[in-house]
Structure formats: structure tokens, C-alpha cells
């Protein structure tokens, strides 16, 4: 037995979300209707202003309502350092740490030829252009340390060799308070090669 349709086309529209499957997508449709009304129409009216009024950034391609955003239009940030990040979550975990001062670009992905993402889909273009600025000395590439991520920043490593800015990568291995005992071995080789002096 199926339920009503508009309720089948909810809970189709909720395995859009990333990890939402059918059993889940059922779950939140039902707890909705079911048990937060008011909760089910705010959603409805956040989704919908936030598809009115937020754009990408001209500068850092991540999302804003202004013209530019809050990070870019800093004059507290350094213009010539730019840290290349995947999505607009990795530029927040990067902010989280105040260890950063420096601007940012965001991919909104990463290459995946299998999935048929390649360099025009995450913006290699847009970033070429706002390196050839020549504002730029330095980039970080922050991109995740995935198949996908590695060669997303081996791609733009190649990209921004014959330009004259210092090309960087965020380091990898042991966690901050981890013991080794509880790591894999694929990190605690990195951590080895990547080992520096003291």
C-alpha cells in the first residue's frame, strides 16, 4: 500500500539529502506531518528564502546574500595567500581553527571524471583568473585527502606551476592527541614521510 501522493513526492524530495535514504526519508516525512507542523512549514519558508537570497561570491565562489562576502570584503584578511578548499564546510572547519588569515576559493567539489566532473564543473577557470590577478603569492590547496581530493590538487598543482606564486600543501598524519596505537597505518606512514624537524 502507497500513501497519498503529494506525501510520496515529500518523501522523494527528502532523499535529495546527502545520506537520506528510503527508510529515513519516510522517517522525517512522517515526523513532520505527523508531529511538527509548524517545524515542516519554518523549513519550508528557510528553504525557500535561502534559494531567493543566496548567490555564490564573485571573489571566493562560496555562498553569500551580499556582493561579496564577509570573509572577502575583510580588510583584516590577507589578500595574497589563498587556501583552495572543496566546499563551503571545509572553508567553515578551516575558519574554526583561527589559524588562518588569508582569503579563500571554494571548488564546490572536486574532479571525478567517473561522475563526469571535470575541471570546467569546479571553477579550475574562475580560479585561474583570480590567481592571473597577480595578487596572489601563495596557495594552499586544502582539498581532502581522497583519491578524488588528491587529484584535484595534483591538477592544480600542474594548473599553477608556471605562475610565479609559492604553491603549498596542508600537511597530513597523526591527529592532534591521537595515539598510535588507534591509528591506521596508511596515516602513520604519511606521518613518516612527512615527518620534520625538531
Request: glycine fraction near 10%; include cysteine.
Amino acid at each position: 500500500m502507497t500513501g497519498p501522493s503529494s506525501l510520496q513526492e515529500l518523501i522523494s524530495a527528502l532523499r535529495c539529502l546527502p545520506g537520506v535514504g528510503p527508510r529515513a526519508a519516510q522517517r522525517m516525512a512522517y515526523h513532520l506531518l505527523q508531529h511538527d507542523k509548524p517545524g515542516a512549514v519554518r523549513l519550508t519558508q528557510a528553504l525557500g528564502r535561502a534559494l531567493q537570497a543566496v548567490r555564490r561570491c564573485p571573489m571566493c565562489n562560496s555562498f553569500c546574500e551580499e556582493d561579496l562576502c564577509a570573509l572577502c570584503g575583510s580588510a583584516k584578511r590577507d589578500p595574497s595567500v589563498l587556501c583552495v578548499v572543496e566546499t563551503p564546510a571545509d572553508l567553515l572547519m578551516m575558519e574554526q581553527t583561527h589559524a588562518y588569515d588569508g582569503l579563500y576559493f571554494v571548488l564546490m567539489g572536486r574532479l571525478s571524471p567517473l561522475d563526469g566532473i571535470g575541471p570546467r564543473e569546479i571553477g579550475l577557470d574562475f580560479l585561474a583568473r583570480r590567481i592571473a590577478t597577480g595578487s596572489v603569492r601563495e596557495v594552499i590547496l586544502a582539498t581532502n585527502f581522497t583519491n578524488e581530493g588528491e587529484a584535484t590538487a595534483h591538477y592544480i598543482g600542474e594548473m599553477l606551476r608556471e605562475r610565479s606564486v609559492r604553491l603549498s600543501r596542508i600537511a597530513r598524519g597523526v591527529p592532534v592527541g591521537g595515539e598510535l596505537e588507534f591509528v591506521d597505518t596508511g596515516t602513520l606512514a604519511q606521518a613518516l614521510l612527512e615527518r620534520r624537524p625538531v
